[in-house]
C-alpha cells in the first residue's frame, strides 16, 4: 500500500484499513498513523494543484486583461500622432476620449489586482475598530445617488430598529458595499429599483443587496465570485474586469462572514452579506432613508 502510494505521486491514498480507535498493537498504531498521514498529503497535493492551475488561469486572464485597452490605448495615441494633420479637432477629441477611457480601465485593473493581493497575503488582517453598519450603508447610498438618478434607478434602504455594531475596517467594509452597489447600478436598466436592506440574525447582520437588474443564469452563479469571471461576456457591459466580486468575497471571509447570491434571469439579483456584531457597544440609532 506504500509503494502504491508512492507510484501515484501522493496522490491517490491506499488506505491499510487499520482501526485507529482500537489499535491490537504498534502495527495497527503504525497503520491509522500512515491512513491519516496519506490522507492529509493527498489533499494537501490537491490543493496544490488546483492552486498551480488557478495561477497559470490567473496569469493568462491577466495578460489578456492588460493587453487589450493597452493595445487600444496605444492604437488610438499612434493613430492620433500619425493623422493629426488630417484630422479635425472633433475627430482628435473622440481619439482622445477613447485613450482616456482606455487608460482609466487600465488603472482600474492594475489597482485591482493590487487590493486583492494585498487582501490574499497571509499577513493582511482588517484593522478592526467598532463601526456602526447602519450610518456606513446610509454613506454608501449618498454616494451612489447622483449616479442613480442619472440612470433613472431608484435606490432605497430598510434599516432596521436597533442594528449593532459590528468590529470591523471601515474602508474594506465599504469597498465591498460600493462593489455590490455599483454592480447593481451597471446591470439595472432605467427605471429599475435597488433595495438595502439591514437586519439582525441570529448574531449577525444581513446585509442585503437586491435590483431588478437582467438577474444571472443559473449556470453562472457558482462562478461569479471567481477572479476575472465575466458576467454575460458577450454582452454589451465589458468594463468590469471581473474581481470586484472576488475581492468583496474576500473581504467578507476576512471579517469571519459569509456572502450569499440569488438571482434569476430577469428578474433581478440578490445579494446578502452576513457580518457578525458585538453586542460591547451600544446599539446604532434607527435611520431610515427613503
Sequence with gaps: AMDSFQESDFSKSAA?????????????RLGAT?????????????????????RRELVANVSHDLRTPLASLQGYLETLLI????????EKRNYLTTAVKHSKH???????LFELAKLDAR????HRESLSLAELVQDVILKFQLQAQQKNVAISADIGQDIPFIQA???????????LIDNALRHTPAGGTIQIELTPVSGRIRVRIGDSGS???PDELPHIFDRFYRRHRNARDNDGAGLGLAITKRIVDLHGGSIEVRSQPQAGTVFSIYLPYTTSADPAPPLALQ
Excluded: C, W, Y
Excluded at 487499520?18 to 498493537?25: E, I, K, L, N, T
Excluded at 493623422?83 to 472633433?90: H, I, R
Excluded at 487600465?106 to 485591482?112: P, R, S, W
Design 16 to 28: 491499510l484499513g487499520f482501526a485507529a480507535g482500537h489499535p491490537r498493537d504498534e502495527i495497527d
Design 34 to 54: 500512515f491512513d491519516r498521514m496519506a490522507g492529509l498529503i493527498s489533499t494537501q497535493v490537491q490543493h496544490l494543484k488546483r492552486s498551480d492551475t488557478l
Design 83 to 90: 493623422k493629426q494633420e488630417v484630422l479635425s479637432e472633433d
Design 106 to 112: 487600465l488603472g482600474k485593473l492594475i489597482g485591482d
Design 123 to 126: 499577513d493582511t488582517l482588517p
Design 169 to 179: 475596517d471601515i474602508g474594506l467594509v465599504e469597498r465591498a458595499l460600493d462593489n
Design 215 to 217: 438577474g444571472i443564469p
